[in-house]
């Protein structure tokens, strides 16, 4: 199965312009452990030019051989606000971190014309923050958060200041819907995550 990849245009996804036809995507709703992140950045939809409130504006998205227990991987921007809240929850570093989300990538279609939706859920993604193992320097190894936001500013955009994040997450024990299209009226339906047998 082959794996899908996107990288999304941060300049496109702040400062949507028509006659640009970069890949975008948007996280408009998330929730890492019992924090909510703020969709507090302005945005546009491509495919009717309305606005679009992100939490997060991605710069990639990747799905390993499209499996149905593979991590989703994301990367992007957040607010200030956003990183603070970010940072606060790696300080606590809980065992077992849950998240839901809402994310879409739109890409272009140069045949048709259009945007389309490259990458959306009808409903929360809901999963936990992927760990993985890491070497100490005392040559043993420890679980580590696959959760990163940076405590600089980025330097795109100057306004609003932003701050790069990524995040890996692993499905939970349950069948989810993933709608997936490599062109316009292509849709293909995924799941994402398995139920316990």
């Known amino acids: 199965m082959a794996d899908y990849e996107v990288e999304c245009s941060l300049e496109q996804g702040h400062k949507f312009q028509q006659d640009v036809h970069e890949p975008v995507g948007f996280v408009t709703k998330i929730k890492i452990g019992d924090k909510d992140l703020t969709a ?21 998205l990747s799905w390993p051989d499209i499996g149905n227990t593979e991590p989703l991987r994301l990367s992007g921007q957040v607010s ?22 809402q994310a879409t990538v739109f890409e272009y279609d140069e ?6 939706k490259s990458f959306t859920c009808g409903s929360d ?21 696959n959760l990163f936001v940076a405590n600089t500013v980025s330097g795109y955009p ?12 692993i499905p939970i024990a349950k069948k989810q819907d993933v709608t997936l299209a490599a062109a316009d009226q292509s849709n293909l339906s995924k799941e994402w995550g398995q139920d316990n047998s």
């Open 40 to 60: 507090d950045i302005s945005c546009k939809n491509p495919m009717d030019g309305k606005e679009l409130k992100a939490a997060i504006v991605m710069s990639s």
């Open 80 to 101: 200030a606000k956003n990183m603070q809240i970010v940072r606060t929850l790696l300080f606590t570093s809980l065992p077992k971190m849950k998240i839901a989300f």
């Open 111 to 116: 045949a048709a014309d259009k945007y389309y």
């Open 125 to 145: 993604l809901n999963g936990q923050v992927e760990r993985s193992d890491v070497p100490d320097p005392k040559g043993k190894t420890k679980e580590k958060l």
């Open 158 to 169: 100057t306004s609003p200041k932003c701050y790069s994040m990524f995040v890996g997450i």
